[in-house]
Nanobody, 133 residues
């Protein structure tokens, strides 16, 4: 059974940085398409970043929402079965509960990252990010 455990959330001042981690177990991490989502009360969960796997054809595909592009960076460590989300220049509107999600999709020459939460099979418990001014 696949389990995802997030960590790294907390309180940070505007302009500060945090690094979220999501450790996966129970599956083949290098096959997982991974997504980082966030949710604030009263709003739908939205994807902020993700990585799609292409297998042997080409490099993996990464996706960033426009709202975080240039500030957030997703990375993976296959040896540790962990995906990271480095968040820099944090803004008040970045405050949310952040979730990582995973799904195993067929390898594709044109790997992509599903944007809908319904595409993902596995979810972590979430980690709170609070940004203070």
């Amino acid at each position: 059974q696949v389990q995802l455990v997030e960590s790294g959330g907390g309180l940070v001042q505007t302009g500060g940085s945090l690094r979220l981690s999501c450790a996966a177990s129970g599956g083949t991490f290098s096959r997982f398409t991974m997504g980082w989502f966030r949710q604030v009360p009263g709003k739908e969960r939205e994807i902020v970043a993700g990585i799609g796997r292409s297998g042997v054809w080409s490099g993996d595909a990464t996706y960033y929402a426009d709202s975080v592009k240039g500030r957030f960076t997703l990375s993976t460590d296959n040896a540790k079965n962990t995906v990271y989300l480095q968040m820099n220049s944090l803004k008040a509107e970045d405050a949310a509960v952040y979730y990582c999600a995973a799904v195993t999709l067929p390898y594709s020459r044109s790997a992509s990252v599903p944007k809908s939460e319904t595409a993902y099979d596995y979810w972590g418990q979430g980690t709170q990010v609070t940004v203070s001014s």
